[in-house]
């Protein structure tokens, strides 16, 4: 079965200092990856896809994202990070079939705390 | 409409009591999933809905657990005889689709129902 794991639970960080968030999947088969945030109270927002072309995916808020298909990993990163960054963030992967796509499968989260 | 609504946006019931929560897709979307977060960890998938058929609701964690969806639109998921562990939140989300299309990928999210077991 299809799984992700984001090995950090929190990520603690001071405010304008550089972040990885870290994701790896299972499947080596053909995969959709997403990054998805969760502010506080909130629902989910999709960040960033990764479907084809290019390994390197540019989100919104300054975010991007790398897929590394030899390692599974599509590690999110922040140069940056504001204040406003706060909240949880989940890594997702949907594995593409013929018929169409499976669920997403989503991660444990990481939540990412920004202090001044 | 503009996004995924979820109703109602918080419910405490009485352990024993059945709930019945309610997703009103993005207008168009086909393709509706249920998630349930309980506090402090990941999304856990219920069921899936493309259309009105449900073609995986393998993540159903018991019997209790049923939903349904009607017109291409609106889904309910109903749990019976509620427990404590069914405290949680519980999203929906909607996509396009769920064909090969890369425009079927994205799914938008509902703001969630806080259901509390007491």
């Known amino acids: 079965a299809q799984s992700v794991t984001q090995l950090d639970s929190q990520v603690p960080v001071f405010e304008e200092a550089p972040v990885e968030l870290r994701c790896n999947y299972s499947s080596s088969v053909s995969v959709y990856l997403f990054w998805y945030v969760q502010y506080p109270n909130q629902g989910l927002q999709l960040l960033l896809k990764?479907?084809?072309?290019?390994?390197l995916v540019k989100g919104i808020n300054g975010f991007e994202a790398e897929f590394n298909k030899s390692q599974t990993s599509f590690h999110l990163r922040k140069p940056s990070v504001h204040i406003s960054d706060t909240a949880e963030y989940f890594c997702?992967?949907?594995?593409?079939?013929?018929?169409?796509?499976?669920?997403?499968?989503f991660g444990t989260g990481t939540r990412l705390l920004v202090s001044p | 409409g503009a996004g995924v609504s979820q109703s109602p946006s918080n419910k405490v019931t009485e352990k024993g009591k059945d709930v019945e929560l309610r997703c009103d897709p993005i207008s168009g979307h086909t393709a509706l999933y249920w998630y349930r977060q309980r506090l402090g960890q990941g999304l856990e998938f219920l069921i899936y809905f493309q259309g009105n058929s449900a073609p995986d609701k393998s993540g159903l964690p018991s019997d209790r657990f049923s939903a349904e969806r009607t017109g291409e639109s609106v889904s309910t998921l109903t749990i019976q005889r509620t427990q404590q562990e069914d405290s949680a939140v519980y999203l929906c989300a909607s996509s396009l689709g769920a064909g090969i299309s890369p425009l079927n990928t994205e799914a938008f999210f509902g703001q969630g129902t806080r259901l509390t077991v007491v």
């Open positions: 997702a992967v949907r594995r593409r079939v013929n018929t169409g796509f499976q669920k997403l499968v």
């Open positions: 990764y479907l084809s072309g290019s390994t």
